[in-house]
């Protein structure tokens, strides 16, 4: 069975930062690409960033310029590298991952349990 478990969430002032974290474990092939969503109070989940397996990234344009997503391939792990942050950014922040379980191309997407990121004075 294959889990996604993030941590570094928490309360954070106005300007501040935080670094979350995602760690695939279990039985699996490969990853492909790597995600995080967050969905804030009676919104839809949106798409905050996402790589590639060879590292390509792509940015809401809500979050250019202050957010920064990685991955370290050999610890199957995700990280979102948050700065200048807004009360606006606040929200349940999800992993996502595209995974191949096995030598089929054929992927199943997981997801984390998610982490709250609160921005707030």
């Known amino acids: 069975q294959v889990q996604l478990v993030e941590s570094g969430g928490g309360l954070v002032q106005p300007g501040g930062f935080l670094r979350l974290s995602c760690v695939a474990s279990?039985?699996?092939?490969?990853?492909?690409?790597m995600a995080w969503y967050r969905q804030a109070p009676g919104e839809e989940r949106e798409l905050v960033a996402g790589?590639?397996?060879?590292?390509?990234?792509n940015y809401a344009d809500s979050v250019k310029g202050r957010f920064t997503i990685s991955r370290d391939n050999a610890k199957n792990t995700v990280y979102l590298q948050m700065s200048s942050l807004k009360p606006e950014d606040t929200a349940v922040y999800y992993c996502?991952?595209?995974?191949?379980?096995?030598?089929?191309?054929?992927?199943?997407?997981?997801w984390g349990q998610g982490t709250q990121v609160t921005v707030s004075s």
């Open positions: 996502n991952a595209q995974i191949r379980r096995n030598w089929s191309r054929t992927t199943f997407s997981y």
């Open positions: 279990g039985s699996f092939f490969s990853i492909n690409d």
């Open positions: 790589i590639t397996s060879g590292g390509s990234t």
